[in-house]
């Protein structure tokens, strides 16, 4: 789960960890509120769980009570890569002697969290020079490694300090909540050496979901997503017009990637995992249909226990129920597929012998369009 | 990592029947796929429910513990069957009580847990594959996991996955143009594996009954690069192919698998066959040109 700046900065205040005076408005009464509460000059961030807001405008300064307005209405519309804001987060301006990079990421290889941190704040971590990447274990950071880092750093006095405390706070905080990401950058070095939080990246692990009741709260899912997520499917919603639905992760997004590779646009990934039963082929085609622009569906099951004809009465089910209207292209490896023909014989739905043939036919038939 | 031999511990010698425990065993998954596993010819010598101990299952007897089922069968192989939110304890209880190989279906496994089980799965000399694979099989000998039957023949061939079906599919694939496999182990779906790509290759890399590998990997993390990297430098002699799921994927979507998502540049297709090409390993564009690639390595 990708937290909003202003989810993960209350989240950083729970731990200790300094953030800049802010406030979040939906509607322009909220934000003339906040300005009165901080003060102009200050600052209006889109909230978004989009990265490159800063290039894409989404980051305004406000110097006038008269900016404050027009410049609020300008965000709360704007997209970014296809996103509206969830919010605009109004926050002081700090008074900036250095910035600095600082991030605690899951290492998938080294099966740890690593420790990334640069002088260099603001930028893009992969173009930052002087990079000072130490590997901690899940437990968290020891103070000694953080003054260490801090050396090599080049920080000195009272910003030495500072490091140790923000760094520890962090790695508390990441361990605690189960993140796989927190990242601040970047971290402000304010004119009497302290540390400041002027931005918060956090992706908390999904998986660890159930432990964290207090988190459930940030948790922000299309009624679609809900829909796929209590029937136990992981849905990708896309913007083409064929829906890709199959049994297993690998095997959809090696169909999507056959879709595109045919010309095809995809509209939606769906693995609706294990078990392909009549009741979850129907679900399943029952969540897509939903999607606005899929105009044909495209079924690839794989696996010696799937009952073809099981799979096949779904699909009757389905269009007797007018859950689709839309033609579906079905591969179907299995038992019984010569009795999964012969019912599906006369309606919409074809099933092909190849996932490639089903493709071809699909993107033919609607793809294109 | 060659102290860790997985075909010892799965099939003897040769073609052993050595004992397995199901963890999990009276739950809806664990019941039907113990019965899959034991007509396969798995040898499921004892089942783990804690409260149900002393009761049996398809004449397998159930202990309360682990430590009881290993006293009892002498078992160096688990297959856990259990919800993520218990796999934890499950899985920590089959390392303190001996058991060498940890075979770990479930999905959606908290990242912290699965760290938590590797490092105590180092200090006991034990090795876990997965979580969320469909799991090992040594195919028409025995199989510790979820997988159908069909897909797989007995062969020289072995198939390291991070997809289940995938792994079917392209394992069907390979049957079909007589490819059969000696061994097909998935790795799993997440970010974090017990057994990663690299650890997989050097359970195979000195057997003389393999004469190839495929590989079939997808978009997220550096797991192939890194094989990618150990191919060249530790001059990997066996022929490689390698599959990637993902290409047309989106960026930062979790597609479907936790660890199936691209930041940026880490973790897209480009940069695993990239880098799969400077190691000379041929990269499928679908499944069923896999049998196609390996007949070109293999000639060569």
Sequence with gaps: MRLLEYQGKELFDQYGIRIPRSHLANTIEEAKKGAKKIGIPL??????????????????????????????????????????PRGILLEEMADIKQELYLSLFLNRSKRCYSLISSAEGGVEIESASNKVVVDIPIEGLTPQVAEDTATKLGLKGNAVVAFVDLTTKLSRFASEKEAELAEINPVAILGDGSMIALDAKVIIDDNAMFRHPELKKYEHVSELERQAEVSGFSLVELDGNIAIIGNGAGLVMSTLDLVVDAGGKAGAFLDFGGRATTETIYEALRVVSQIKNVKGILVNLFGGIVRTDLVAQGLLDAYKNNVITVPVFARISGAESERARQMLRGSRAKLYNTVEEAIQAAVAEVGRK | MADFDIFDILVGNGDEKKPVIVQGITGSYGSTHTRLMKAYGTNIAAGVTPGKGGQSFEGIPVYNDMADAVRATGAQVS??????????????????????????????????????????????????????????????????????????????????????????????????????????????????????????????????????????????????????????????????????????????????????????????????????????????????????????????
């Design chain 1, 43 to 84: 600052v209006l961030k889109s909230q978004l769980t989009v990265g490159g807001r800063g290039k894409a405008g989404a980051i305004l300064k406000v110097k006038s009570d008269a900016e404050l307005e027009p410049k609020f209405n300008e965000l709360v519309h704007k997209e970014v890569k296809g996103e509206l």
């Design chain 2, 79 to 300: 297959g856990i069957f259990v919800p993520a939110p218990f796999f934890l304890n499950a899985a920590i209880d089959a390392l303190d009580a001996g058991i060498k190989l940890l075979v770990a279906i479930p999905e959606h496994v908290p990242i912290s847990d699965s760290i938590k089980v590797i490092e105590r799965a180092k200090t006991k000399g034990a090795r876990m594959v997965g979580p969320n694979t469909a799991g090992v099989i040594v195919p028409e000998v025995m199989k510790v996991g979820i997988m159908p039957a069909q897909p797989f023949k007995r062969g020289n061939t072995v198939v390291f996955s991070r997809s289940g079906t995938l792994m079917y599919e392209v394992s069907f694939n390979l049957s079909n143009k007589g490819y059969g496999q000696r061994l097909c182990l998935g790795i799993g779906g997440d970010p974090i594996n017990g057994t990663n790509l690299i650890e997989a290759f050097d359970l195979v890399r000195d057997r003389p009954d393999v004469d190839s590998v495929v590989v079939v990997g997808e978009i997220g993390g550096d797991a192939e690069e890194q094989l990618a990297d150990y191919v060249v430098h530790t001059s990997f002699s066996k022929p490689v192919v390698a599959y990637i799921a993902g290409r047309a994927a989106p960026k930062e979507k979790r597609m479907g698998h936790a660890g199936a998502i691209v930041y940026g540049n880490y973790g897209s297709a480009e940069s695993k066959v990239t880098n799969y090409a400077k190691a000379g390993v041929p990269v499928a564009k679908r499944p069923a040109e896999v049998p196609e690639l390996l007949a070109q390595k293999m000639r060569k």
